[in-house]
């Protein structure tokens, strides 16, 4: 069975500031890996995806993370935080098999101050 | 614009009453998806829909009902409302193969 552990309930870091999000991850079989991110009140939005291609992934908002086989592990990073990133954010796994379903870590919510 | 559509956005229900929570997707995904979201526990898979005409269980199904009631349209019912379930309910969909979910804004819902 596949999981996902996010390491970090509540990060907060400095406007300008190095943000690293961590996951962790279980599977089985070669995983597909997936960050998202939620604004307040709102669904949420794929920021990147690891799909066994490149190991070092780029996504939206200048958004990054890197599949670490031998660590299990597909950490997000941003060089410099913005204000605008404070939000919540959510690491996925799927088996990548035809219909496989996501299971989502426990989500964290990342603050940002000025 | 192209998406997911949820109604209705927020919804409170007394202990026992029914309702159901509507999702449609124009993207012609094949897979459609049930989570629900509470503080501290992510997201859990209610129930998803593989293809047309098919649905499956995911974690927690009980005491919901789903129909998949065409390519677009992908339904989620509470028969009788407890208060366990408030929560808030995202409906995702995604194509068979590209692994990505495309998510609706959510329904917000409190039974009291």
């Known amino acids: 069975a596949q999981s996902v552990t996010q390491l970090g309930s509540h990060v907060s870091v400095s406007e300008g500031a190095l943000v690293l999000l961590r996951c962790n991850y279980s599977s089985s079989v070669p995983p597909y890996l997936f960050w998202y991110v939620q604004y307040p009140n709102q669904g949420l939005q794929l920021l990147l995806k690891?799909?066994?291609?490149?190991?070092l992934v780029k996504g939206i908002n200048g958004f990054e993370a890197e599949f670490k086989k031998s660590e299990t592990s597909f950490h997000l990073t941003k060089p410099s935080a913005h204000m605008s990133d404070a939000a919540e954010y959510f690491c996925a796994v799927s088996e990548g098999t035809s219909g496989s379903r996501l299971t989502f870590g426990e989500g964290t919510q990342l603050t940002v101050n000025p | 614009n192209a998406g997911v559509t949820q109604t209705p956005k927020f919804q409170v229900l007394k202990t026992g009453q029914s309702m159901t929570l509507q999702c449609a997707q124009d993207?012609?995904?094949?897979?459609m998806y049930w989570y629900r979201q509470d503080p501290g526990m992510g997201l859990r898979l209610i129930y998803y829909s593989a293809s047309e005409g098919t649905t499956d269980k995911g974690e927690v199904p009980n005491g919901y009902n789903v129909s998949r009631l065409n390519k677009r349209e992908f339904s989620l019912r509470l028969e009788s409302a407890a208060p366990s379930q408030t929560s808030v309910y995202f409906c995702?969909?995604?194509?068979?193969?590209?692994?990505?979910?495309?998510f609706g804004s959510g329904t917000r819902l409190t039974v009291v």
């Open positions: 993207m012609n995904h094949n897979s």
């Open positions: 690891y799909t066994s291609a490149a190991t």
């Open positions: 995702a969909s995604s194509e068979t193969g590209t692994y990505g979910y495309t």
